[in-house]
């Protein structure tokens, strides 16, 4: 049972996110709601809100995540933060979402 990301995986994020400009994180590392299980997905809630200092853009989808990032105490230091983690995946596969197309209506 994987219930959180190990300290050479957060080190190995760090390094191939260092460089990157736009990340999306779209669920937690683990199961941070518990603080036993929370490093992984705390360490990279830090690493987004150091490379958003940087100039990256960071887009935080889905109620986990956005509780992680909220938790963590970095939900402010974030790009762009919303609740809606699949509707944010469907608009990332260019579909139109009904809500934003009702708005196109008359």
Known sequence: MGLDNGPEST???KEFLADCKTVIMNGPMGVFEF???NKGTF???DILADITKKGAVTII????????CEQSGKA??????????GASLEL??????PGVAALAEK
């Open 61 to 68: 989808g889905g109620g986990d995540s956005v509780a992680a």
């Open 92 to 97: 990332l596969e260019g579909k139109v979402l």
């Open 11 to 13: 080190k190995e994020q």
């Open 76 to 85: 402010g230091e974030m790009s762009h933060i919303s609740t809606g983690g």
């Open 35 to 37: 603080e036993k299980f």
């Open 43 to 45: 360490g990279i809630v």
